[in-house]
């Protein structure tokens, strides 16, 4: 794959003029007209190009992205969630990225837990999986982040993911949606039985983010759960699409309080605070009764 540094012309000059592009809303054209003319230009700037994170650390993203077009230009993406759990992930330890898409949160993992430890992320979308190994290794974390090109949900088997083809890729999910033009056939595990077939300890951390697949998810992690292997969790919720899987927020809520974590929401505020109800929550936090709460800085 041949990359641009976003530092020097012209990979700058493609990550601004996309965002442009992502940010053009003229009021006075019709979504669906607006929507064409953003993917005719946006379809120019396809190739990939090399940026920084706020971290320092270098980033492959793709300008026709959204997602991978702001953390070009910004450095980060939801980075004070992330910076309100790093307490909970100390070096050497281990750390599980559920619906890693390109991998900006696994390089953020990826230092925390420092060559000592270990982070594997699930992404089953081929090109986002090898995207998240094309950023392990320019940053040297071959030895310290593996990817698992597979599913997490309930069960093992095979499973049908649709692939969000719009300018945020990382909407993918287990249950179609009408922006998703591609469907490929997966594999799926539950995450209690891989760690027991990769002979996987204890977990700092598990980040959980696949569209409405939530609660599959954590069924799937019942026994860990309830032995309080996985120290934390953070969920991001999709209200939505959890009622497609069966399994809506309030359940969710109830089986984490049942297996004795603590939970707490984000709000818009910028911190994690205790409880968590229906209607309310975007992101969860679980944390096992057993771990230790991190002192409360600015954003607890």
């Known amino acids: 794959m041949t990359v641009l540094h976003a530092h020097e012309e012209p990979g700058a000059s493609l ?3 996309a965002w442009r592009w992502h940010c053009w809303q003229p009021p006075w054209l019709p979504g669906r007209i ?3 003319i953003k993917r005719w230009a946006l379809g120019r700037y396809t190739r990939p190009v090399v940026c920084r994170l706020d971290t320092g650390q270098r980033f492959v993203a793709r300008p026709d992205d959204f997602v991978q077009c702001e953390i070009g230009i910004t450095g980060s993406w939801e980075g ?6 790093k307490g909970l992930v100390p070096p050497g330890s281990t750390v599980l990225d559920v619906g890693a898409h390109v991998g900006y ?3 953020l993992f990826a230092e925390w837990v420092g060559p000592d430890g270990r982070v594997h992320c699930f992404e089953p979308v081929p090109a986002h999986a090898s995207q998240i190994e094309d950023n392990a290794r320019l940053n040297g974390y071959e030895r310290r982040l593996s990817v698992r090109r597979l599913a997490v949900g309930d069960r093992r088997g095979r499973a049908s993911f649709h692939h969000d ?3 945020n890729t990382g909407m993918g999910s287990l249950v179609p949606r009408p922006t998703q033009g591609v469907t490929v056939d997966v594999d799926m595990q539950a995450l209690d039985e891989w760690r027991a077939e990769a002979r996987v300890g204890p977990v700092a951390l598990v980040k959980i983010d696949v569209e409405g697949a939530e609660g599959l998810v954590v069924r799937g992690m019942a026994k860990g ?3 309080g ?10 209200d939505r699409e959890l009622e497609q899987f069966g399994t809506p927020l309030g359940e969710l809520l109830e089986t984490l309080g049942a297996a004795g974590y603590r939970l707490l929401h984000w709000e818009d505020s910028g911190g994690f605070v205790p409880g968590a109800a229906p209607g309310h ?11 230790p709460v991190p002192a409360r800085g600015a954003a607890w």
């Open 15 to 17: 990550l601004r003029d």
């Open 34 to 36: 607006r929507g064409r």
């Open 80 to 85: 004070l969630i992330y910076q309100a759990v």
């Open 105 to 107: 949160s696994a390089m």
């Open 165 to 167: 083809v719009t300018q």
């Open 225 to 227: 759960l309830g032995a």
């Open 229 to 238: 292997d996985y120290a934390a969790l953070l969920v991001e919720i999709h």
């Open 281 to 291: 929550v975007c992101y969860l936090l679980a944390i096992a009764s057993s771990a």
